[in-house]
């Protein structure tokens, strides 16, 4: 059964930081895009973050850019996003997405993603 469980949510003060981890179950990372989804209230759903398969390349949006890293750990199956300098703004349902790897593009567009986590809520509090 494929399946993404997010964890690290939670709250925090505007200024903190946060590590979201996202566990893979049931496909072997290493041929898989993946990366990071967010939804704050009223607005779309926006790409955060993505990286390729062998981790060499990376896209952030530019809201995060400077703030936000992403990392890939194939040896755990697990993919991770540290969020440092957190603002209110980055309040929001962070989602795990992957996606077979047919080449090193990066796609942003969610109709790319086939698979989903459930979310993870992040508030930041001014």
């Known amino acids: 059964q494929v399946q993404l469980v997010e964890s690290g949510g939670g709250s925090v003060e505007s200024g903190g930081s946060l590590r979201l981890s996202c566990e893979i179950s049931?496909?072997?990372?290493?041929?898989?895009?993946v990366g990071w989804f967010r939804q704050a209230p009223g607005k779309e759903r926006e790409a955060v973050a993505i990286?390729?398969?062998?981790?060499?390349?990376?896209y952030y949006a530019d809201s995060v850019e400077g703030r936000f890293t992403i990392s890939r750990d194939e040896a755990k199956n697990t993919i991770h996003l540290q969020m440092d300098s957190l603002e209110p703004e980055d309040t929001a349902v962070y989602y795990c997405?992957?996606?077979?790897?047919?080449?090193?593009?990066?796609?942003?567009?969610?109709?790319?993603?086939?698979?989903w986590g459930r979310g993870i809520q992040i508030t930041v509090s001014s």
């Open positions: 997405v992957s996606s077979p790897a047919y080449s090193d593009t990066l796609p942003t567009f969610r109709e790319h993603y086939p698979t």
């Open positions: 049931g496909f072997t990372l290493d041929y898989y895009t």
């Open positions: 990286i390729n398969t062998s981790g060499c390349c990376t």
